[in-house]
């Protein structure tokens, strides 16, 4: 008998990922129908319009084949041939060849580098050991490989904000482990608040869950609020008075709009305040930020506060799956080496860093006024990151699902509900990326508000 | 308190993965301080020399950056710039976005079309469906999900053989699943045997596992055989018998150098015993063959007689981690679909295609002959793959793990002790590949004559 989905484990069943889910596969119908989709559930800058790094491109086609750099000497700039040259050198076979577990052992010394450099602010002069750096397929793999670790048994909990980014409860149920939900505070902008974690720890203690870690997204997904550094310090205090590994989602650390905010990493915090205690996962990618280069799947974990024999086990299962994928590791590279003022290449990177940020930060706030402009959805600041999450009053007893489905089939704009991030009993929410080109926000604020304005 | 070995669970603890275990990482540090070292432990030919196609990095390269196709057109052969623009128009938005959680959709057509034109031979007319098709980070990734489906409790087990690659059995161990041996007959050139399939089930019957599927590697790894259609058959009706699903890891499918012996695929001779209650999960890589693009991470599994409701569990579990890396599903698409007589590029393809095979079969004749000149050591023919696994006679007491890393110490070569993939008890063995240049390969086997003669 064919395997039937009796077979499979609770665990694969109840895994939900919502930002891929029922609404996006309809969407996928709809569009092999011939209805016109704004696909806003995931962000994917380049699905809508976003043009990847004349740079990075030019970087990385010369790595695929270098011949073009003899062929075509004329196509790349001076600074574009010594970067690939250096990258194939040090690569020793190019990108074709298995690299280490880890990671190109150049590449991890060159995100040290960029993780000294990033951090060494406020009195803190930073170091990062590159053996302590893991190169990964996108953020996403690294995020798993450290719950993996964390979640050693069905009693271990993680705790993750509500709202949340799902691929963390996505996993955690996958690997078998418990979900502790904190709740974000809404109303100060989607802040964190003490009392609400230590109620979070408190539900999990009664129910015999043994707490691992905390899942913390900085600037955040699906909230688009960015943390203050008191707000950082409360959850280290927090993270050592519980004994928890701290997971920092720290890959829309380039996605702040605001004026006057500043990213700061927890590894910059936990230096500045001495914190050796407390294991720190981090995670970076070269899907966000001004890259947005989501189909090539770079990114990055570096761990801290963690003893050689943990690294060791981290290194094995990274060995497993033998390597990241070469070109997202040359990615990652090219993301904490960019070019610098002087070489032949730094005007337009600089100038088309500067379109896309500026461009993310107009359409940031166009969202955020546009949806509170509509009677019955209100929207925290936009911050960073790339989302909204706002909130919605709807009729007594219907759910943001079905105002999302119906959302979808009325306008062809696609949002996923609240739901699948998680938020308070009694309240409903939808989350959108901020990444269609202006003129088709102002479509989309246009057909949510006329869609809200009659649904009932 | 930091994270402590004693805070993770056994299933990490106890996975290994011998291919890059304690000796790669000894083999590393010798390098570190100057010492030559071949690396014979991994099936990664570009490290070795060999050249990736030109035409598949041309195309990689133009699909990194459109363009070159008009600032160095003279670099690009008119079929090159087409499959490129083709690729680029099919796929949307290039490279730089996600893809649909299963992959390219062009892609997945591609690759049921190649399945179907590969399978239709010997009376069958084969048909594949591009929505059973899923991209994969390398074939690793896919023997992962599906090892992850068919893994749903504490007692479910998997037939591997013995020896077998230690993806397998890794990945069992982490997944928490029970590992079911089977003996390859090493007297018989490493062949299947049907005695040995069911002493293996009786036995994991007698513990209480509940056998959920048998992995297959035709041709093999480490044993470089190649399955008959008699042994097949055998296996599938085993699997009837037995309700298991089959996994089939045939990623050495071009790797066969024995004249006149033809890759089968299982997927062929199901359709031809019309088979439609055995689950199949057949894996391809773009990391061997003539491609050895192991750092791309390129690959596909396709399934086969599982409901739909499954299939939506297996996408599900795809999405989580978003997609498979888009240089590698390009990569995959040019596997199955590369130039084609007439074609500007296919002169040159075919070359390097032939050199790239004929030096591999070259060189697997070599060393089997080789390792067979050496008194105490007994190498099977290599009819296939990229691997050679003699068995060794040892003074009584010693170790193939003692052996192989006195053999690294003392030469230089980096071969992987038996041990690390299975093996009778009371035998002893070791995994070389068959990937140094030849003039390496003289190097290789008189390094190890001149070892074994004198160790003890």
């Known amino acids: 008998m064919p395997l039937q989905i009796s077979d499979l484990s609770d665990a694969v069943l109840h895994t939900h990922y919502a930002v891929r889910g029922p609404i996006v596969a309809r969407a996928q119908e709809l569009e092999d129908h011939g209805k016109e989709i704004i696909y806003c559930n995931i962000g994917n800058p380049q699905a809508l319009g976003q043009k990847p790094l004349s740079y990075v491109r030019n970087v990385l086609a010369a790595c695929e084949r270098p011949e073009l750099l003899k062929v075509a000497n004329h196509a790349f700039l001076d600074d574009v041939r010594e970067k690939a040259r250096y990258i194939l050198e040090q690569s020793r076979y190019g990108i074709g060849a298995y690299s280490e577990s880890k990671g190109l052992r150049f590449v991890r010394a060159a995100i040290s580098e960029f993780i000294a450099a990033r951090d060494s602010h406020d009195g803190v002069a930073q170091a990062s050991n590159p053996e302590h750096v893991y190169l990964t397929d996108g953020a996403s793999k690294g995020v798993q490989t450290a719950l993996r670790l964390l979640i050693a048994s069905g009693n271990d909990g993680i ?64 909230t688009g609020s960015v943390l203050s ?37 927890f590894a910059h915090l936990m230096s500045k305040i001495e914190e050796r205690e407390v294991s720190l996962f981090s995670f970076h990618s070269t899907s966000k930020g001004f890259f947005g280069e989501c189909g090539q799947r770079g990114g990055y974990m570096e761990v801290r506060n963690v003893p050689e024999e943990v690294i060791a086990q981290i290194t094995k299962l990274q060995s497993v799956a033998l390597c990241a994928n070469l070109p997202g ?12 003022a002087g070489e032949p290449s730094y005007r337009l990177f600089d100038e088309e860093r500067n379109a896309i940020l ?33 909130s919605l009053s709807l009729p007594a007893g219907r759910t943001d699902e079905e105002y999302c489905m119906t959302l979808l089939e009325a306008t062809g704009v696609c949002v996923v509900p609240g739901s699948g991030f998680g938020q308070k009993p009694g309240t409903a929410h939808f989350r959108t990326t901020i990444l269609p080109p202006t003129s088709q926000i102002e479509h989309v604020i246009d057909a949510i508000a006329a869609f809200h304005l009659q649904w009932r």
Chains 1, 2 share one sequence.
């Open 159 to 222: 705790l993750i904000p509500i709202p949340q980014y799902p691929l963390y409860s996505a996993t955690i149920t996958l690997y078998g482990g418990r979900q502790i939900g904190y709740y974000l505070d809404e109303e100060s902008g989607w802040g964190l608040n003490e009392q609400l974690l230590e109620d979070a720890m408190r539900r999990a203690m009664k129910e015999g869950i043994r707490a691992r870690a905390i899942v913390v997204i900085n600037p955040g997904n699906p």
């Open 329 to 340: 590791q040359v990615l990652t590279y090219l993301m904490v080496s960019p070019p610098v």
């Open 229 to 265: 550094e008191d707000d950082m310090r409360m959850v280290i205090h927090f993270a050592k008075r519980h004994n928890l590994a701290i997971l920092a989602d720290e890959v829309y650390q380039e996605n702040i709009y605001k004026p006057g905010l500043k990213f700061i990493s």
């Open 358 to 390: 500026s461009e993310l930060g107009k359409r940031a706030k166009m969202m955020e006024e546009g949806l509170n402009r509509i009677p019955g959805i209100h929207c925290q600041p936009i911050d960073g990151a790339m989302y909204a999450y706002p």
